[in-house]
């Protein structure tokens, strides 16, 4: 009964070891199959590649039949392995179940662990990958060592430095906290000595670390707090900083105005958090008196076109004295020029404020002048047939301001809304006959002048005589019209200047029955000479620029006495004339 026992479990167990090595050997059937159908498809394609390049042929064969028998021998060997393996089971398994199965063993044994097993073929692979990666881990071990410098003030290790400049640095922070504002403390020194040692990444210390540190070491009363930092300069520690914090914001907060904006302080306010000397903790009230005060500074007015002393103090709300105390050479009867710098006293916040905003608006642009032949007029009689409309552009720009005043306009894009309508000018090209007038009007006062500047409007009053709105020492009015505008005898007389004459350019002078004498400055032509005797109304000069003049116009005056007489107004000889929107009359 046992014996049958025995041979049906001998049956079983052969079977196992029979199906087991079956499958192996099919496996590696397949896996040969495979390889096979590789190097078929491989052979294929070098009598392709060799029907073109036939002198690779041979090299390129004998390469990949050596790399084939490379890869293909750990195969092979197995594959050998295994079926001699089988053929042993199947020996062994006629002598009983036992011996089958140390057979078994025997071929997993050399299979997995022979000289040249599969494991061992594995660890012979994994070996140099091992040993790089721990190469590799060695060398970044190696590198994340760096060599720093040891540090030692006043005999007291204090740590490790990257470099001397760390320490200097703190010494400069550690003498700022120490002598703060009204301190007496006397300057404390420190002597520092240095080693060379390597130490881990991440082991140095930050100079405030450091300055910490030196602190600790002096043996004072220290405290934890915030040092104040506007700009370079330290302004205290803060045990708490809430308040002063909420007082910027809200300072601020009178800047904004919402949209694209960028709102903060022109110097850099910053909070260093560690150790400081008890005596340099000052309360959060102080500093907020003192963020939310205001200082003096000197700053200028620069003179402008149209200015003049009276309206200077009124524009910037100074009585004569106040201004003359800081310009001694300033007075009511003083000259100014345009561009000159009036220095006057200004206040500002404590902290200025700096404002980057976007802003879109419309900018007018100015309009070209054409101009056209007339020959139905005088030489130097122009006529304006078109007058020129300024177009509109809308311009976005990033405006910069500090504490409320522009510094700063960056356009960034310009968009044509309204193109300008060009002015048209008709120039005269008739030849201009001796002793062409205009027409007098009729029923003319007795006493009064004529208009001395023609054109299609007789141009307007650009700046008044000085004491009545103009500048000083302002001797006339100032008549702005296009260039080439005729100018007329305002009076029947007799030339008596008729050239350049100073700050007038070119100019005309006329002696009147009455003793009166009119001046023309500032003309581009002259049209008369010396001893030459007009009437009313007769062409004389041409509007222009010469002389001290900053645009085209023509300054007329008018004198009593003679040419070196009283210089009176002319607004009382002249039938009223438009003014310009910038011209100041009192």
């Known amino acids: 009964m046992n014996s049958d026992k025995s041979s049906r479990f001998a049956a079983v167990g052969g079977f196992v070891y029979d ?21 078929r498809g491989v052979s294929r394609l070098l009598r392709a590649i060799d029907r073109r390049f036939g002198w690779l042929r041979g090299k390129l064969l004998g390469l990949l039949k050596t790399l084939g028998r490379k890869l293909s021998m750990p195969f092979v ?104 504002l009204d301190s007496n403390k006397e300057m404390f020194s420190f002597e520092s000595e240095y080693a060379v040692e390597m130490v881990g990444y991440g082991s140095t210390l930050t100079k405030y670390q450091l300055a910490d540190k030196m602190l600790e070491s002096m043996g004072e009363e220290i405290s934890f707090a915030y040092g104040m930092y506007i700009g370079n ?32 302080f022109e110097s850099e306010i910053t909070y260093e958090p560690g150790l400081y000397l008890t005596e340099s903790i000052v309360s959060e009230d102080s500093i907020i008196k003192l963020i ?41 009867e003083s000259s100014l020029f345009v561009g000159d710098k009036i220095l006057i006293n200004q206040e500002e916040p404590f902290l200025a404020v700096s404002v980057t905003r976007k802003e879109t ?25 078109q007058d020129g409309v300024k177009g509109t552009d809308l ?30 000018i008709s120039l005269g090209t008739k030849e201009i006959p001796k002793n062409v007038v205009v027409s007098i009007p009729e029923n003319m006062p007795v006493g009064q002048f004529l208009w001395p500047v023609g054109g299609s409007d007789g141009g307007q009053i650009s700046e008044m005589m000085y004491g009545y709105g103009g500048y000083y020492p302002h001797g006339g009015i100032d008549i702005a019209a296009p260039y ?60 222009g620029s010469t002389g001290d003049s900053t645009g085209n116009h023509c300054h007329f005056e008018i004198r009593v006495g003679g040419i070196n007489g009283t210089k009176v107004n002319p607004i009382n000889y002249l039938p009223y004339h438009k003014r310009a929107s910038w011209c100041i009359e009192y």
């Open 19 to 39: 199906k087991t090595a079956a499958a192996g050997e099919y496996l590696l059937s397949v896996l040969v199959t495979v390889l096979s159908a590789l190097g």
């Open 77 to 180: 060997r197995y594959y050998k392995a295994l079926r001699m393996g089988g053929n042993e089971i199947r020996r062994e398994r006629d002598k009983g179940f036992f011996p089958a199965c140390l057979a078994g063993i025997r071929m997993v044994g050399r299979t997995l662990l022979g000289k040249r097993g599969l494991l061992v073929t594995i660890c012979n692979w994994a070996l140099p990958v091992v040993s790089c990666v721990f190469l590799f881990n060695i060398v970044t071990y190696a590198n994340s060592m760096t060599y720093a410098l040891k540090l030692t003030v006043n005999g007291d290790f204090m740590g490790y430095v990257n470099d001397e400049t760390v320490f200097n640095d703190a010494e400069k922070i550690v003498q700022q906290r120490i002598t703060y």
């Open 233 to 264: 300069s330290f302004y205290g520690a803060l045990e708490s900083r809430d308040r002063v914090d909420q007082t910027l914001e809200q300072l601020l907060d009178v800047y904004r105005e919402g949209g694209e904006e960028t709102v903060k």
């Open 292 to 332: 939310t005060s205001k200082k003096s500074v000197a700053s200028y007015y620069t003179v402008v076109e149209g200015d003049s002393p009276y309206g200077i103090l009124d524009k910037l709300g100074m009585t004569e004295e106040e201004l003359a105390l800081l310009n001694p050479d300033f007075s009511l």
């Open 361 to 385: 608006y419309n900018v007018a642009t100015d309009y070209d002048t054409e101009y056209t032949e007339d020959p139905t007029h005088y030489q130097g009689s122009p006529t304006i047939v």
């Open 395 to 424: 311009v976005t720009a990033d405006v910069s301001y500090i504490n409320g005043v522009e510094t700063r306009r960056k356009v960034i894009s310009r968009k044509t809304i309204i193109e300008p309508t060009p002015q048209i």
């Open 484 to 543: 080439g505008t005729p100018i007329y005898a305002a009076e029947s007389g007799t030339v008596i200047l008729a050239q350049w004459y100073y700050g007038y350019g070119n100019c005309v002078m006329i002696q009147h029955p009455s003793g009166m004498v009119t001046v023309y400055g500032h003309a581009s032509y002259l049209h008369v000479y010396v001893g030459q005797e007009v009437t009313m109304g007769q062409l004389i000069a041409d509007v």
